[in-house]
């Protein structure tokens, strides 16, 4: 099975480009930037990896990211990635990143975006790996705040294709955003949200009914409301799961007990992700492995998942296609 995995071509649409952000590579930048962190060891910086929650998790991942200054460190941060992308044949990514994370710290967002551009523009290059970005909003900071970030993103805004929401879900829903989110859609972005990772089946359908969104990333807690998951398959929305990162968060205590087969059974539109990578044990390849292991996934399930990959990009419809023709020959 691994080495089916590792041989079918696919797409990862749900990853934070902070997340991905290894201990090697936070020392290295970290040391040319001259800024300390509170670990010594690789081994420190692992430990440090357990979580209990989701609170837990972006404790530590906004601290890691705070050692990104300089254009370079985005675009090694995320040209390391496509590195680790391009060896498990990966074609298409749709990276999230978090402007707030970095401009609240006196970045500006021209660093970040340039940083994290070119490395997109040289993976194609060099490994032909398409991407999109995905410019996500902070969910515990104000509305008033993600406006200032939407107007920073206007100048760059033929480099990103959709906005997104992350951070803290419990007591930030979606509706704190709708004046932002339908501001961004008038500018053309695609409107996508974090909803039902900690959050109720409730976070999920404000998603849908006032943000509008194209897809939902996580929503496995849209299996508490079934009239929800049948809105869900009407609009024929997909959910973007990530299965180490549930485990790790503690969102599912045993892969064994991860919803993702019941959500294919019930004809939820499923795409597997890795999240953060660096932070929950593995990359995408791990994370199609470790759930096929866990739920007894066959061949045609695996395809199917990867197919759901490319169907739910936001490519162009002739692109998906050529994909997708590529998954039948499998
Ligand atoms: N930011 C990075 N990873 C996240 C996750 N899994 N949920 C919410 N915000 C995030
Ligand atoms: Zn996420």
Redesign the pocket.
Known sequence: MKSFIQNIPKAELHL?IE?TFEPELMFKIAKRNQIDIPFKTIEEVKKAYTFDC?QDF?DI?YQGASVLIKEKDFYDLTYSYFQKSAIQNVRHVEIMFDPQTHTERGVSFETVINGISKACYDAKKNYGITSFLIMSFLRHLTEEEAFITLNQSIPFKDKIKAVGL??S?KGNPPSKFKNVFKAAVKEGYIPIA?AG?EGDAGYIWEALDVLGVQRIDHGNNALQDLNLVKEIIKRDIALTV?PL?NTA?QVVKNMKNHPLKKMMELGLKVTINS??PAYFGGHLNQNYIEIQRALDLTKKDLINLAKNSFKYSFLDKNIKNKHLEELNQL
């Open positions: 934070h997340g989701l972006l991942y992350d951070s879900e974090h990772e990530c990162s968060l999240d953060d």
